[in-house]
């Protein structure tokens, strides 16, 4: 099976992953793009490291593409809503052992407001 990526956008037509990725420095940049591809190529097969599911029920099917380049670490929700296209939802700089939890928020909002506006199928 082919995998596909397709950005969030809000309904202003921003999309937060672009702009996050934009505002990476180059080889970091690089790094998350490598990553995202890894993604399209190998699809839910694609385990840790590189991907970990975020627990508990609100987060249900939310998932994080996790980055590092040098001492840099960041992070990339995304979700599969149905069939063979994932969601690429919010990114974010890891500066914290934890993750905060407004970053999580922010990524259930976004998979919220995808799932009201395209419902599963998207």
Same mark, same amino acid.
Request: glycine share 8%; hydrophobic share 45%; proline share 3%.
């Given at each position: 099976m082919s995998w596909n990526i397709k950005i969030y956008a809000r309904e202003n037509g921003s999309e937060p992953?672009?702009? /996050?990725?934009n505002s990476l420095p180059p080889k970091h940049q690089a790094?998350?793009?490598?990553?995202?591809?890894? $993604?399209?190529?190998h699809g839910p097969a694609l385990r840790?490291?590189?991907?970990?599911h975020i627990q508990g029920e609100r987060y249900k099917g939310?998932?994080?593409? !996790?980055?590092?380049?040098?001492?840099?670490?960041? !992070?990339?929700?995304? /979700?599969?809503?149905v069939g063979n296209t994932f969601v690429? $939802?919010?990114? /974010?700089?890891?500066?914290?052992q934890k993750t905060p939890a407004r970053e999580l928020?922010?990524?259930a909002r976004y998979m919220q407001d995808y799932r009201r506006r /395209?419902?599963?199928?998207?």
């Open positions: 992953v672009m702009e /996050f990725l790094k998350a793009i490598w990553e995202i591809d890894l $993604l399209e190529e840790e490291p590189y991907v970990k939310l998932m994080e593409l !996790r980055i590092q380049q040098g001492g840099d670490i960041s !992070r990339i929700f995304y /979700f599969l809503p690429l $939802l919010h990114g /974010f700089v890891k500066k914290d928020e922010t990524a /395209f419902g599963e199928n998207g």
